[in-house]
């Protein structure tokens, strides 16, 4: 844990320096240039000292984990980092702020009062003492640290050999001990069977904990026979290839005494021809349990794949990278138990001599919330079965250890294996990667995250690194996918075209990943009934939920970096003229829905402030001085009560992502649903922004709009015709956009969008299109509309029949009609839409038939068919759309839903309904 710590302060220490602050300063003021370029010099040496103190601790982690001394060893470099944060903040406060009228204006104001130059004295000597601190602890180590590991050696590998003691105790689980596994054993030992003659490679996959060791020693207890050979051996992160080798060598050779004899003496390359000569000629079953990385599995596949005997290759592994590298369709995804498996399981274990498992009557609503809190996974079930298994069967008891569950968890050692399995995942994640992974346990169990709101937020608080020419948010998004391949979280849902969108972390891993946060200092939680003094050492803070406003102040308050607050139902929220005050080197304020009115003009002085947010709530103006947030990345006033941005946020120039959207109607049902904001002049200053959400249009706004080139997402208001012309110029020049919403300032306004956006993803038009716009214009068009996936036409008012043309944008996955056609049929013909899964008919006052053919929309899951007044039939070969999950139809009539009720087409089909009013 501390490698997280100490690279999250290289990282900020390179920016400071990057910034030259102490260059620009030395040119101005003479006087102080000397103290600033020692300054520098001495944070030089800092950041040098603690990158290889990182390198070396990332080697390290995993070898002395349990180790005391090594671990209050790694408390004390927290300690220093974190001191050295706050040092490098305090510098770029004082010298390190950037504005368009320049450093120097900063600094002038800075050093006008005697006290500045003596808070630089201040830092200057603290840095020294940290140089001094960061030496005594090298030296230390090398005291001392060596001298425990290598004079105890059983705590080496700590984490490592307990897990392979409780694989062992997963291979050696008789058949009664597997519950909910019928189906992935068949299919297992199906592909183990098939008469394919190629090697095939099979993968199990799943989160530490799901079985899939236990799974794989099962079949092959029952498969093996069926093979000439046959050979299990664990992987695990810390493997060597030469070790691997020998013993799958001496598990097929077990009967040839004369080869067993030599492979002590063989190099590896004598070892790798041996075993591949082997396997060659012989049908051989070979399970790797516990493959980490691709790279292990690549170096010993070069021996093990390279025959058509109808040899079989298993691999046991958490990592979908790794699962990637089995044969086409020979991935076995492991899911969480049902909870009636969950169920059967726990009674096997928690009362192995009852009559048939049976929980007593008294106890069961107690042990139902037990097995709820294992959320379904089978290896702590079955610990915390056993667990149970031993204590009183007593109300009083099962209370108890309901209650205190989690604490159980975290340290009772009787559960070590459920710790160690769940601690491997995280020890082996990419020191950025852990950071972002604490984070997510801040917030409630079964929290729902979103995509792109989380990536913001990792990005605020500093955990992303550069990659090339990739965004920020491109590298976060890669970070999130390598999070879910490892099994770390949940993909809950995902959009039209495949992209994750909502997730969440298993409640165990959470825990685990909780505990972690509080005794490193990452962060806490706070929940219900906590008003008042609150003790916290924590650099991160999420408030779940709160009965009371939190009134006095925080323990050690300036330490605090970032405020999340996920309660919309606060009563108060007085604290912010407080963190104004006390926290001016807080980088994330996340206060959506929190019913304050006022910002204070404090907020100015948040110079490190990355990330603002006052979704959903009451404030109705900003103070001037967020003009001096010139390090703010995010501003969220989506339906906020604010109406006029201050003129100074166009000197917000490392802006990224502006949300200034007001909703009118929540329901999205007139014409003028939502208002924007007029930026004032100055637009073209905010060249980061990706997200503009949403801009009305005037004349001075669009003039510089196409100065935004690295707008991703866009949404423009009150839009005449007049204006189509200069918005098409300027879209031209964002070739990364992805996303645009475009709403006609009424509905008799024509749109007229002739352009082509290559990149485009996601369309919406909110007004009247002219007849053949839809032939004409190149965003609907097979070539320049290939990549987009989302298409809403609102109040379009077509007379013709939008299906043809549209028909060429194969690649939709979602389509949406609402108002967009005054017609009287669509027909949806063979082939067309090949990809798209939803469809939404909302508003079709004159659409009496619509008709599917077979062979249409051969993917449709979803289809809503709302408020269609003249429909009166069910639409003739709905039948054919086999895909089909869920059927909509809204605002029918009663004899609408007659003819439902008798189709015999639907039945089978999900389907939801509303009459009328």
């Excluded at 390090?631 to 006029?644: K, R």
């Excluded at 709009?705 to 110029?729: A, D, F, P, T, Y």
């Amino acid at each position: 844990m501390a490698e997280i710590v100490i690279l999250l302060a290289v990282k900020k220490i390179g920016n400071a320096l990057a910034n030259g602050a102490a260059n620009k300063a030395s040119a101005h003021f003479a006087k102080y240039g000397t103290q600033l370029l020692e300054l520098q010099g001495s944070m030089n040496r800092v950041v040098r000292e603690l990158r290889v103190m990182h390198d070396v601790l990332c080697q390290m982690d995993i070898r002395n984990r349990n180790n005391q001394v090594y671990e209050g060893w790694l408390e004390e470099v927290r300690k220093v980092a974190h001191v050295m944060e706050d040092m490098v903040d305090e510098y770029l406060y004082l010298v390190g702020r950037e504005h368009d009228i320049g450093c120097c204006f900063y600094l002038k104001k800075g050093f006008r009062k005697p006290r500045s130059l003596l808070s630089l004295n201040q830092i200057a000597f603290k840095v020294k003492e940290i140089e001094k601190d960061l030496m005594h602890l090298s030296e230390t180590k090398n005291r001392w640290v060596p001298m425990i590991i290598n004079g105890d050696t059983s705590s080496s590998n700590y984490i490592v050999k307990r897990s392979q003691d409780l694989a062992n105790i997963s291979r050696s689980l008789d058949e009664e001990d597997l519950v909910g596994v019928d189906k992935n054993r068949e299919k297992l030992g199906r592909w183990l069977a098939g008469d394919d003659l190629e090697c095939s490679v099979i993968a199990l996959l799943g989160m530490g904990g799901l079985g899939k060791t236990a799974l794989a020693a099962n079949v092959y207890r029952k498969e093996r026979e069926k093979f000439h050979y046959h050979a299990w051996v664990s992987i695990s992160q810390t493997y060597s290839r030469e070790d691997v080798l020998r013993s799958i060598i001496k598990e097929l050779f077990r009967d040839k005494v004369s080869v067993l004899s030599n492979i002590a003496a063989m190099d590896i390359t004598c070892l790798e021809e041996t075993l591949k000569k082997f396997l060659e000629e012989h049908k051989c079953l070979t399970i790797l349990d516990d493959v980490w990385t691709p790279e292990a599995f690549n170096d010993l596949s070069r021996a093990l794949i390279h025959n058509d005997m109808g040899s079989r290759l298993v691999i046991t592994t958490r990592e979908g990278v790794v699962a990637a590298l089995a044969s086409r369709g020979r991935i076995l995804t492991l899911e969480a138990l049902p909870e009636d498996k969950a169920w059967d399981l726990f009674c096997k274990k928690a009362f192995p001599r009852d009559r048939n498992h049976e929980c007593p009557a008294e106890l069961r609503p107690l042990s139902e919330e037990i097995v709820n809190k294992c959320k379904g996974l089978p290896l702590v079930i079955v610990l915390v079965g056993s667990l149970l298994h031993v204590r009183d069967k007593t109300m009083e008891e099962w209370r108890r250890i309901n209650v205190q569950l989690n604490w159980e968890l975290i340290d009772n050692s009787s559960l070590d294996h459920i710790r160690n399995v769940l601690h491997l995942s995280f020890i082996y994640l990419p020191t950025p990667l852990k950071s972002c992974f604490l984070y997510c346990s801040l917030f409630p169990e079964d929290y729902l995250f979103k995509r792109k709101q989380l990536v913001r937020l990792w990005i605020a608080e500093g955990f992303i690194e550069e990659r090339g020419e990739s965004t920020l948010e491109e590298v976060a998004e890669g970070y999130l996918k390598e999070l879910i391949d490892r099994n770390m979280l949940q993909v809950v849902e995902r959009n039209g075209f495949g992209r994750m969108k909502k997730f969440r972390m298993h409640d165990i891993l959470r825990e685990l990943a909780v505990d972690l946060c509080h005794k490193n200092c990452f962060g806490v939680t706070r929940e219900a009934n906590c008003g008042g003094y609150v003790e916290m050492d924590g650099r991160r803070l999420v408030l779940h939920k709160l009965n009371k406003d939190i009134q006095q102040s925080f323990s050690s308050i300036h330490r605090l970096r970032t405020i999340v607050t996920l309660d919309n139902n606060m009563p108060s929220f007085t604290l912010l003229p407080l963190l104004c005050k006390e926290s001016r080197y807080m980088t994330v304020l996340e206060l959506r829905g929190l019913p304050i009115k006022t910002i204070p003009e404090a907020i100015g002085d948040l110079f490190n402030l990355r990330h603002l947010g006052l979704r959903n709530s009451k404030v109705k103006m900003l103070p001037r001085s967020i003009e001096k947030l010139s390090n703010l990345l995010t501003l969220d006033l989506f339906a906020s009560g604010i109406h006029e941005l201050p003129s100074g946020i166009v000197k917000l120039k490392k802006l990224r992502h502006l949300f200034v959207e007001k909703v009118i109607d929540p329901y999205w049902k007139g014409f003028q649903c939502s208002s924007g904001m007029y930026i004032p002049n100055g637009l073209g200053n905010l060249t980061n922004l990706q997200t503009l959400q949403a801009l009305e249009a005037q004349d001075d706004s669009l003039r510089h709009l196409g100065e935004l080139r690295q707008l991703r997402s866009l949404r423009l208001l009150n839009v005449k015709q007049m204006h189509c012309g200069r918005i098409g110029e300027s879209l031209l020049q964002m070739r990364c956009l992805s996303n645009l919403y475009v709403n006609a300032s009424d509905e008799n306004e024509v749109l007229l969008l002739n352009f082509l956006l290559p990149s485009l993803q996601k369309l919406s038009l909110r007004g009247r299109l002219a007849e053949g716009a839809l032939d004409e214009s190149p965003l609907f068009q097979a070539v320049g509309g290939q990549n987009l996936y989302s298409l809403i036409l609102f109040w379009s008012q077509l007379r013709e029949d939008p299906l043809p043309s549209l028909s060429q944008l194969s690649n939709l996955t979602s389509l949406q009609f609402t108002r967009a056609y005054n017609g009287e049929q669509l027909t949806f013909l063979m082939g067309w839409f090949p990809k798209l899964k939803i469809l939404y008919l909302t508003d079709l006052p004159n659409l009496n038939r619509l008709e599917i053919q077979q062979g249409a929309m051969a993917s449709l899951e979803k289809l809503f068919l709302v408020n269609l007044n003249n429909m009166t039939e069910v639409p003739p070969g709905i039948e054919f759309l086999i895909p089909l999950k869920y059927l909509a139809l809204y605002e029918i009539t009663s004899d609408f839903l007659t003819l439902l009720h008798q189709c015999s087409a639907i039945r089978g089909t999900r389907w939801a309904y509303s009459l009328r009013d």
